[in-house]
Structure formats: structure tokens, C-alpha cells
């Protein structure tokens, strides 16, 4: 990936290899990168420390089997490089509010078949469904696979639909609390079979034209991908009125989405956008045509 190259193989390694033991030795290596730098980018791009994004990541995981294996709290515990069980419970109820055991016998009676995980699309507060071909397209809540917490969104293909063809799901708002800023919005993705798929963020005025847009087309997901980290950065003008955003899916396949954020950033974090800004010369040139 072009973009936050430091932060975008170290999650890699990260998700590669949560099952086992992981050092920091280990992600500098993987990374190219000295400890310093790691962790200093790593942390201002993702807003947490190595350890807390692996112990975040790592707990997630356990939600997912606690409520889809019959494994022990011990052997999730231990399969996912907690100290004891104790250490495990702890870190746990620190994130989810409650110990893994409760958890679980709270979200089984919940969710008591393979079958209900998914919570239908009209039931996702603040999200709608759009693109060229929305028909082709549905988008949910899923319980089971999901980058912190206990849910992440699903955009997904329900025929077969062409490279030239694309749904969305996504959301808007007013501009007004980030006009004349820098905003970055961030996310975590993961994809399965994707023809090609990103996230997207726009910037319209009043009269409703694009005037900062960025969806990722220089980087896009293609096939299947673990979760990672993306960002898009993009001027918010005082003209604007209105931003755009959401996960985009062309072609056939599935992208999961998580974790969405925006912040302001200062000027010295680079654009994304991908409108082009033509720059008009000073002076008119060749007007004899003889150049």
C-alpha cells in the first residue's frame, strides 16, 4: 500500500500471527523499520500502542469463540497468549464490560443459531444502501466476524455483478463542524474474494458538485484480505456543505468494515484527495501556433 506503509504491514504481520507468541523484535522485522519509528507511527495512526492494538485484536477474537466454539475460557485464554486465566478475565471485562463467561452465556441466549449472526440491513441505525447497481447489492450487521467490539459491518454481492458495476453502504452529513479543517477519516477493512472494493470519503459544496474525493482507486482491496488499517485525508473547504462516506464494493465479493473515525489533522499530514486541481499558467503561450 502506498499510503501509512509502516502501520499497513505491521497489522498484517499482526493478524497473521495473533495465534502466536509476538515480539517487537518480530515486527520491526516484518515492518523495516526501527522500534522508534514503529511505534511512534504505528501509535499516531492508529491510536494505540502495538500492545494495546494486539491485546484489542487478540480479545476480540476470544468474544468470537467464546460465542461460536464450545472451547474453555483456559484454552482460549492460553490459545491466544494470555499469562493465565485470570489475566485473560481481567483484560477482558476491561473491554467488554463483563467476564468472558458471563459474556458468553449472555450472547448464546442471544444469538442461539449459526443462522442469526446476521442482522438484517433495515435494522442498521445511520446506514444506507447506494451505488450503480444497489439491486446486486445488501449490506448488515455481522456478529461473528468483526475487528474490536462485537460487530462490524458487511457490504456483499448477491448476484453476480460486472467490474463496471458497484454498491455502497454509507452514510452523510453536514459539514459545519469541519469547515476550513484537515479531516481524516479512518476505518479497518477486511475483504473475501473481492473483485475490488474501498473505503470513500467526499466533500460536496451547496450546489451539490465534488469538490475533494478520494476512494481509494490508487490502492484498492482486490481479493481476500485480512482486517487492515486505511485512512483518507481530505480538505474540508469553507464552501463546503455536506460529507459523504461509506465502503464501496465493485464487482462481485464481500468487504467488512470497522472501527470508522474522524479527526482533524494539522496541514502537515498529506492529502489523498484524487480531484485533480488544474493550475492555470501565469500567461497566455503559443498564440501564433508556431510552438
Not at 482460549?76 to 458471563?102: C, D, N, V, W
Not at 449459526?114 to 442498521?124: F, G, H, K, S
Not at 472494493?197 to 490508487?218: K, L, T, Y
Not at 469553507?238 to 465479493?253: A, M, P, T
Request: charged fraction near 25%; aromatic fraction near 12%; glycine fraction near 6%.
Amino acid at each position: 500500500m502506498k499510503y501509512s506503509r509502516a502501520t499497513q504491514q505491521t497489522i498484517h504481520y499482526i493478524e497473521e500471527h495473533l495465534h502466536h507468541e509476538l515480539l517487537l523484535d518480530d515486527l520491526v522485522l516484518a515492518a523495516g523499520y526501527s522500534k522508534y519509528h514503529l511505534t511512534r507511527i504505528f501509535k499516531q495512526e492508529t491510536g494505540k500502542s502495538l500492545s494495546e492494538y494486539i491485546r484489542m485484536r487478540r480479545l476480540a477474537v476470544a468474544a468470537m469463540l467464546l460465542l461460536h466454539t464450545e472451547h474453555s475460557i483456559l484454552d482460549i485464554a492460553l490459545e491466544l497468549h494470555f499469562q493465565s486465566q485470570e489475566a485473560f478475565t481481567r483484560s477482558f471485562r476491561e473491554l467488554y464490560a463483563m467476564p468472558p463467561g458471563k459474556y458468553r452465556k449472555m450472547m448464546k441466549s442471544i444469538w442461539r443459531t449459526e443462522e442469526d449472526y446476521m442482522v438484517p440491513a433495515q435494522e442498521v441505525k445511520g446506514w444506507f444502501l447506494s451505488g450503480s447497481h444497489p439491486w446486486k447489492y445488501n449490506y448488515a450487521i455481522d456478529e461473528k466476524v468483526f475487528h474490536s467490539g462485537n460487530r462490524s459491518g458487511v457490504l456483499y454481492s448477491i448476484e453476480s455483478a460486472d467490474e463496471g458495476e458497484f454498491g455502497t453502504m454509507m452514510q452523510s452529513f453536514l459539514a459545519d463542524d469541519y469547515r476550513g479543517k484537515r479531516l481524516k477519516m479512518s476505518c479497518y477493512l477486511k475483504s473475501e474474494k473481492a473483485h475490488k472494493c474501498a473505503a470513500w470519503c467526499r466533500v460536496d459544496n451547496a450546489a451539490g458538485d465534488s469538490i475533494q474525493f478520494d476512494n481509494m482507486d490508487n490502492r484498492a482491496i482486490l481479493g481476500t484480505t485480512d482486517w487492515n488499517y486505511y485512512t483518507i485525508v481530505l480538505d474540508v473547504p469553507e464552501e463546503s456543505d455536506s460529507i459523504h462516506f461509506g465502503v464501496l464494493l465493485i464487482g462481485s465479493g464481500k468487504v467488512w468494515a470497522d472501527g470508522f473515525s474522524f479527526e482533524v489533522v494539522d496541514e502537515k499530514t498529506p492529502l489523498t484527495n484524487m480531484e485533480i486541481q488544474k493550475i492555470l499558467p501565469k500567461q497566455p503561450a503559443n498564440l501564433d501556433f508556431s510552438e
